[in-house]
């Protein structure tokens, strides 16, 4: 146990074992943090507190099992991305899972896939071709309800169908990744995982995440052609052949740069996946689409296209549960700081005042029977409790 999350923690610190040791001014060997990894030898409680702050993690970090095993399914990045940013965003998302896990468990049950996913998908399905992800995209947009229609919120779509969606502040070489997260101890216990990049436009993140949900749907064959049948998984999930004719037409000689721009902000898939997805439903030929995409490259427009910018969307699933958490007395106000930072962005000041006045509506020996009793409770939970960094005893007396 104390081994796996060493290494965990050390991975997502982005350091190697060597890098380590230098970080703790080599208080400790590479063999010794080797041993303490594969679970040889056991870290002394001044070697856990030393290495919990030179990785930025509780020594009780150490101490916790894992409660979550996750499965990446698709990773894509560029081949330049270094092996050690990998590595850190692998350990930031599976730190992340187990307290989605946690707290999804805490008010619905995990569903139990059956003939479909736990997120409504249909059954892991073969492509043989980028036709057939044509297809298993419009079956999976029938199965979720969704119509013809634009894609209004591409992760509030998804979170409405069980998966975990999380956006990362990461390398710009980062796309996406797609996973399943398994509860350790139930193996039927799935939940679906997309991850992208927080820090790219809105339309680029839209595809990206449709790309990782056909890395779901799609049984993966570990060739390119994975790779292309998802990107066309995810032009058709996004824009269905119905939706483009109806736009564009059957066929079109040119589409005027404006056109491509509106239909952009329609759909939240970008000019230049317009454009491809054009060329390859038929409706413009392939020669016409090259020399646009020159075009495209010589304006420096495939970097940064011209226009008003689709926003970013930002998951609410994960920051609603641990709101309801500490809303129900779960979990304090500072852990849902800990769990995710920033949550809680009103001061609660009325809350704090209905609790102050019911304190002075007591009469005078209530209040002092009140301070003693908290008073004793807060003298053992400090001799008691070493990581003690609030106390509320108060507020269950008040509010009883």
């Known amino acids: 146990m104390i081994g796996e999350r060493l290494r965990q923690a050390r991975l997502g610190a982005g350091l190697s074992m060597d890098a380590l040791v230098a970080k703790m001014d080599h208080f400790l060997t590479k063999q010794a943090i080797s041993k303490y990894e594969t679970g040889k030898s056991i870290p002394s409680s001044e070697v856990l507190i030393r290495l919990a702050d030179v990785l930025s993690v509780k020594t009780s970090y150490f101490m916790q099992e894992s409660k979550v095993s996750v499965e990446f399914i698709a990773y894509r990045k560029h081949s330049r ?99 399943w997260a398994t509860v350790i101890g139930d193996d039927k216990q799935k939940v679906p995982v997309l991850v992208t990049n927080a820090t790219i436009p809105g339309d680029r993140q839209r595809f990206n995440l449709a790309h990782e949900l056909g890395h779901l749907t799609i049984k993966q064959n570990q060739t390119k052609e994975d790779e292309d049948i998802a990107h066309r998984f995810a032009a058709a999930f996004l824009v269905p052949d119905e939706a483009a004719y109806k736009e564009l037409g059957r066929s079109r000689n040119r589409i005027e740069f404006d056109e491509l721009l509106l239909l952009k902000h329609k759909y939240g898939l970008s000019m230049q996946a317009w454009l491809r997805r054009a060329k390859d439903l038929g409706i413009i030929s392939p020669s016409w689409y090259k020399n646009t995409i020159v075009i495209f490259r010589k304006r420096r427009w495939h970097k940064h296209e011209p226009g008003a910018q689709v926003a970013p969307e930002q998951p609410l699933r994960y920051r609603q549960l641990v709101l309801r958490a500490m809303a129900e007395g779960i979990i304090s106000r500072e852990r849902a700081e800990e769990l995710n930072p920033g949550v809680v962005s009103l001061n609660g000041k009325e809350h704090e005042m209905a609790k102050a006045r019911k304190i002075a509506a007591l009469s005078l020996d209530a209040r002092y029977k009140l301070l003693e009793a908290a008073a004793e409770r807060a003298a053992h939970e400090y001799e008691t409790n070493k990581e003690l960094t609030v106390f509320t005893e108060l507020d269950g007396e008040v509010n009883d």
């Open 81 to 179: 991305m270094p092996k050690v940013e990998a590595n850190r965003l692998q350990v930031r998302i599976t730190d992340h899972l187990e307290n989605y896990c946690w707290l999804t468990g805490l008010f619905t049950p995990l569903k139990k896939p059956g003939r479909q996913t736990a997120m409504g998908m249909i059954k892991l399905r073969q492509a043989k071709s980028v036709e057939d992800a044509e297809g298993i995209a419009k079956e999976l947009r029938e199965a979720w309800n969704i119509g013809m229609d634009p894609i209004e919120n591409m992760v509030e779509t998804l979170e409405d169908h069980a998966t975990a969606v999380l956006t990362l502040d990461a390398d710009a070489r980062f796309d996406g990744v797609s996973a």
